[in-house]
């Protein structure tokens, strides 16, 4: 066949604009050793949440609220009341009011609602790809779409290009992810052509060789006009929208690095190239007359849609206003902000923001009313990479909108018994990995399981059987159990430039508040999570801290300050550490709620009682947090027996069938960024981020600045990933978790052997079996600062302006001076709560 010459230079072109507009659509996904929650609509936030909702539908078919029998439970239930539909269809009618105006009568509107309630929505429909036009003819084959067989075809491409260690035999991926796609569709002889294959290598060799030209040689093909481009092309990539998730995750980190990526232009290429290639074997009536007219007239189909679906949007709204409202009230009741203590706090102790550690502060809290809690993102402020000493192994230990800007490793107090376990930990990774290299190779295949399988079957029955041992962790590999306590991870420059690290930390305590009035221990505690035989393992750790468990964090902040270099550098610039102060690192294990203590030989002996005292209060706390989680877990009988149910805790997190060894951060609904003063008094229920912020050691508006855009992004990630994975799991969500197979190594899942990469949360993540154990709110945040604070943080910050403005949140100003509670609301700032007065 002849191959067809491209003409290059497309780069100003509407197409080339067109292109970057629907890539730029497809949020990333991690692989699952890195797994953070991701908002799967980030690529459409600069538009309003209702508008993205219609665009979505009209595409993809894909629905951003739960059908109304969900809504009717909830009014079933006495959660939903007359009086939200009114608050919801007065907010609906203000456009950008003062606190005080009085919204029209809205009575008739909730009358609807009311009456809405009791009716189900119709199905949203998508407009049709070539794919579905096919679906509706004859089958490729017998119980098999066109559909699922371009969607199977493309994605075990993509398994096969990107395998990241998992396959023995590797593909050549020197010709890029289209020219290999184009290479391996000639080879196939399987695919059912109509014309025949002749006349289909014909078509494929008409082809371009390069992924935009043949982009833009299938729509002229096609002949899809102009005005419709950007929404067919759109619709064909949400349509491979796993994939074009990890395409974008490529993309996301080469250009967190400098660089770029085009592999998702490839991608749609492939998939767009399929569409043509059904459109040129289609037979005559398979491609309706004017088929072609609707890409043309997308938009207008969004906005009759986004008509139906307003009122779906005002129940939204009403069930996040009934959530909103006694939790607003709960915070105006809060006292005063304090002042300096006139007492030393019996222990400090900083937690991560996660809604996890909210159950466990306030259990902590209420066994010693001397003991201080308080919340930072759980990576603590270092923008780090993990890198074991003895290991190859390179991880990220902050959030995944940040790159790392240091790498820390281990070490001794000793050099020579750092190269001595350097050694004995290579040797074992080294027998680790031949041993692997032995079950997989291809020769020992058989022989493998004949020699060793009596081996492997006591195994398989030891982890078979109940266990609440505490599971190894491979970083440990090959070290005696006193070698692991004598490595500790450290900040490369902490010891050697104490002065940049005491800049550094200066930032990271002036964020925390905590400046001044230190305990004599100061607790830093990340978490992690432990489960066994789950793929999405990485999803429950820390977020914050790249999908990892935040003990690296935590110990590597503990250290540096504990030296007395940079503690004198860190007085230098007005923060005074007292020298009897010990800053103890910490693991919030958050399956059993048990804290695992580090370098806790480092701890002075003056401070050994106040150790004891810690360990005590710790324990009693996880048995209260365990308590407080046991009946959601199934559980509720062994609450009363303490011991029996952390066991089963354990066991629970050893279990290789347990499908749900916690419940992560299921039900999230609210991100709190004020003094801890301000939620002390109440049970949030553990669906509360929490984070400490004082404005009045915040002049410059810099914490403010950094909260908004780092941490508010984060949870909003977190929180639009659950409501994503629950109102849309098809497209948003990973399925069964009984089916998951594992991707290319760490990639993700496919649920079954095949159909597109799945990514978010399984089901099983989500209900129960009966119910839905999350409710699906978009995340409302709370911020004890001037208004004008707020507004001066969201007029410099264009992404917070749109977050905010375009409904993907809703948020809300704590006003220090008046004790009020307003919401920013299309521009301007309603009043909602008020001390000692109704809402307004």
């Known amino acids: 066949m002849n191959t067809r010459v491209d003409t290059p230079g497309l780069d100003d072109s509407p197409l080339a604009a067109q292109i970057t507009a629907a890539c730029a659509r497809v949020a990333p996904t991690w692989p699952l050793d890195q797994s953070i929650a991701v908002n799967p609509y980030w690529g459409w936030v600069d538009r309003p949440i209702s508008h993205v909702a219609a665009e979505l539908g009209t595409l993809a078919g894909s629905p951003l609220t739960l059908p109304r029998a969900w809504f009717r439970a909830q009014w079933a239930a006495g959660t939903l009341r007359r009086e939200h539909l009114a608050m919801a269809a007065q907010r609906d009618a203000l456009t950008g009011t003062v606190s005080g105006t009085r ?273 930072f993102a759980g990576f603590f402020g270092l923008p780090v990479e993990y890198s074991p000493l003895g290991s190859v192994l390179v991880r990220p230990q902050v959030p995944g909108l940040l790159a790392p800007a240091q790498r820390v490793t281990e070490s001794a107090d000793e050099p020579h018994l750092a190269t001595v376990l350097t050694k004995r930990r290579r040797q074992a990774l080294q027998w680790r990995q031949r041993w692997a290299n032995l079950r997989m190779s291809p020769a020992s295949g058989f022989s493998f399981v004949e020699s060793l399988g009596l081996l492997y079957g006591g195994k398989l029955l ?18 005696p159990v006193k070698g692991t306590s004598a490595l500790r991870p450290r900040l490369p420059r902490a010891a050697t430039d104490p002065a940049a690290t005491a800049a550094m930390l200066h930032g990271i305590l002036t964020a925390m508040g905590l400046v001044d009035g230190f305990a004599p221990l100061v607790l830093i505690a990340g978490h992690g999570s432990q489960s066994a035989n789950n793929p999405q393992a990485a999803g429950l750790n820390c977020g914050a801290c790249g999908g990892q468990s935040g003990d690296v964090n935590a110990r590597a902040l503990a250290d540096a300050l504990n030296l007395a270099s940079v503690r004198k550098c860190l007085r230098e610039r007005g923060i005074s550490i007292p020298d009897d102060t010990h800053f103890v690192p910490a693991l919030h294990n958050t399956t059993t709620d048990e804290m695992t203590l580090y370098d806790t030989e480092a701890v002075p002996q003056a401070l050994s009682a106040r150790m004891d005292e810690l360990r005590r209060w710790l324990a009693v706390a996880g048995e209260h947090s365990r308590a407080e989680r046991a009946s959601s877990l199934g559980l509720a009988a062994l609450s009363p027996q303490p011991e029996a149910l952390l066991q089963s805790l354990r066991q629970r997190g050893n279990d290789w069938s347990q499908v749900r060894p916690e419940w992560g951060l299921v039900n999230n609904a609210a991100f709190i960024v004020a003094p801890r003063a301000r939620t002390r008094h109440m049970n949030l229920a553990g669906r ?83 119910v839905l154990r999350h409710n699906p709110l978009r995340l409302s945040v709370f911020i004890e600062a001037p208004r004008s604070a707020i507004d001066r943080v969201m007029a410099e910050n264009a992404i917070v302006q749109q977050v905010a403005g375009n409904g993907w949140l809703h948020l809300f100003c704590i006003d220090p001076q008046d004790n009020a509670i307003a919401q920013h609301w299309r521009g301007g700032w309603t009043t909602i709560a008020r001390e000692n007065a109704k809402a307004a």
């Open 462 to 479: 030891s982890q078979s059987l109940p266990s609440g041992a505490v599971p190894a962790r491979w970083e440990d590999t090959g070290l």
């Open 103 to 375: 919204p029209p009568d809205t009575e008739d509107t909730v009358n609807k609602l009311v009456a809405a309630l009791q009716t189900d929505n119709a199905p949203v429909h998508r407009l049709s790809l070539v794919t579905d036009l096919r679906d509706r003819g004859t089958a490729p084959r017998p119980g098999l779409s066109w559909t699922a067989l371009v969607t199977h075809q493309v994605s075990q491409h993509c398994a096969a290009f990107f395998d990241r260690g998992q396959a023995t035999w590797t593909m050549n991926v020197a010709q890029g992810l289209y020219g290999t796609w184009r290479q391996q569709l000639v080879a196939d002889h399987d695919l059912p052509w109509r014309q025949g294959r002749a006349a289909f290598l014909r078509q494929l060799g008409d082809l371009p060789t390069t992924p935009r030209a043949a982009i833009g040689f299938a729509l002229d093909g096609m002949a899809i006009p102009e005005k419709g481009r950007e929404a067919y092309l759109t619709a064909v990539l949400l349509a491979i929208g796993g994939w074009g998730a990890w395409c974008a995750y490529l993309r996301w980190q080469a250009r967190l690095g400098g660089r770029d990526d085009d592999q998702i232009e490839q991608l749609l290429a492939i998939r767009l190239a399929w569409e043509w290639l059904l459109h040129g074997d289609a037979e005559s009536g398979d491609v309706p007359f004017g088929w072609v007219d609707q890409w043309a007239n997308a938009q207008d189909a969004a906005r009759r849609l986004q008509d139906v679906q307003r009122t779906d949007w005002l129940l939204q709204h009403a069930v996040e206003i009934a959530y909103q409202q006694p939790l607003a009230d709960g915070l105006i009741q809060a006292a005063p902000m304090p002042g300096p203590s006139p007492t030393r706090a019996a222990v400090q102790a900083v937690f991560c923001i996660d809604v996890r550690s909210e159950v466990f502060r306030r259990a902590l809290e209420s066994v010693n009313p001397g003991i201080e809690t308080r919340a």
């Open 688 to 770: 509360s981020f929490l984070h400490d912020y004082d404005y009045r050691l915040d002049p410059d508006l810099k914490i403010l600045t950094l909260l908004m855009t780092a941490p508010m992004l984060v949870t909003n990630w977190i929180n639009m990933q659950y409501h994503a994975s629950t109102v849309d799991n098809l497209r948003f969500g990973s399925g069964n978790k009984l089916l998951h197979n594992v991707v290319g190594g760490d990639i993700g899942v496919f649920e079954g052997n095949g159909g597109d990469l799945r990514i978010g949360l399984a089901l099983q993540s989500l209900h129960d079996g009966q």
